[in-house]
């Protein structure tokens, strides 16, 4: 089994930034993409990002290009999402997903290519 960790939630203010991360662990496995969702309340569960762990192509909402980058660190099985220019709109539940080789994402921005989730980090953006 796969266990995804999220951190790096939390208050921030309108233009603010915070930086989240994922640690996967479990058994050996490699990776096939890892992907960024949130869901704040009342609405559905959407895309944030995604990153291919072979080659690094990365994938973002429109709504959060140009301020969030997402990267990853091979050796620690992390994924970070760095969030710059955090608005309102942006609060929500952050979950990280992973999809396992020899899966292999085809659409990085839908929920169901992804096999494991975490528990969600909140982050909270006060206006």
């Known amino acids: 089994q796969v266990q995804l960790v999220e951190s790096g939630g939390g208050l921030v203010q309108a233009g603010g930034s915070l930086r989240l991360s994922c640690a996967a662990s479990g058994r050996t496995f490699s990776t096939s993409a890892m992907g960024w969702f949130r869901q704040a309340p009342g609405k559905e569960r959407e895309f944030v990002a995604a990153i291919r762990w072979s080659g690094g192509s990365t994938y973002y909402a429109d709504s959060v290009k140009g301020r969030f980058t997402i990267s990853r660190d091979n050796v620690k099985n992390t994924v970070y999402l760095q969030m710059n220019s955090l608005r309102p709109e942006d609060a929500a539940v952050y979950y990280c997903?992973?999809?396992?080789?020899?899966?292999?994402?085809?659409?990085?921005?839908?929920?169901?290519?992804?096999?494991?989730w975490g528990q969600g980090t909140q982050v909270t953006v006060s206006s």
């Open positions: 997903a992973a999809t396992l080789v020899p899966r292999r994402v085809l659409t990085p921005m839908k929920s169901d290519e992804y096999d494991y």
